[in-house]
């Protein structure tokens, strides 16, 4: 298997990027990923407004899937999300949802252990995710930096994009170049104050090569439904975007025209938030597999 070590990352996603691995469709990979803020944070008593911020974000990667060209489907499949034994979540006056309530920053270190994550004498359930996870932009869209989500991926900070769950990303660029970071030990959809639980982790991946399969934004399978994850300026334009991508796909794979696919979205396919905090927002729309499966939709755009 081929690994992937945590001090080659990229804090932009651009259209051309330096590989630093090279793999073969179907290949499995493991890569270790870094916290959101390259671990400078492991004491309560740091400020976080006070780390470096040009090292924020970090992804991992680039990795060049031999044979992936623009207009093909890149498939990712996360087979394991193994992470830290312990994580940070932190709160800043003037961030997140509440910021303007928010007297005084605080930081805590969270121990992890057996499947719980330990905060105020509570024991919470851990639900590993990758919080960024994309590929190289097209060049319509250009730069994107890595805490930005995009129509390539990104900071999408979705609770989806975990363990068993499969991602499939637009190739934009040859070789497609995926690049990972930011885990969280577990978040709540919406990410309300601006962090997860933030950890390093060792990802082992899948990839693999679907040949033309145009689609415009990531998606991900899971056991019951496609989420189809879009993001926008707001989270009307993020509902927007997902909405108007996932009437195209079911009007395509199930032959119906736009009126139609629109219908039957409204009485059957869920809005579900990711995430409010980031640059721009996340949600994503769940199709659920009784409509249509994961394999038949991506056969049949
Ligand atoms: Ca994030
Ligand atoms: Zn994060």
Known sequence: MHKLTGDKVIYTFKTEMEPVLSIKPGEEVLVETNDCFYQQIQSEDQVMMEIDFDHINPATGPIFVEGAEPGDLLKVEILEIRVADKGVAGVVPGEGILGDKTKKPIVRIIPIQEGFAHYKGLKLPIKP????????????????????????????????????????????????????????????????????LEVPAQVRLRVDVIKDRKVNWPMIGTEDSTMVVASGDDVDKAIYNATDETVSLLSRALEMDFEEAYLLTSIAVHIRISQVVDPRKTIRSEIPHSIISTDKLIENI
Request: charged fraction near 20%.
């Open 129 to 196: 995710m990758i919080g960024v996870i994309g590929v190289a932009p097209s060049d319509e869209d250009g730069e994107c930096p890595t805490e930005t989500p995009w129509k390539h991926g990104g900071n999408m900070d979705t609770t989806d994009i975990a363990q068993g769950n499969t991602v499939y990303f637009p190739v934009n660029q040859k070789g497609a170049l995926l690049a990972l970071g930011d885990c969280h030990a577990v978040m709540g959809d919406g990410e309300i104050c601006f962090t997860g």
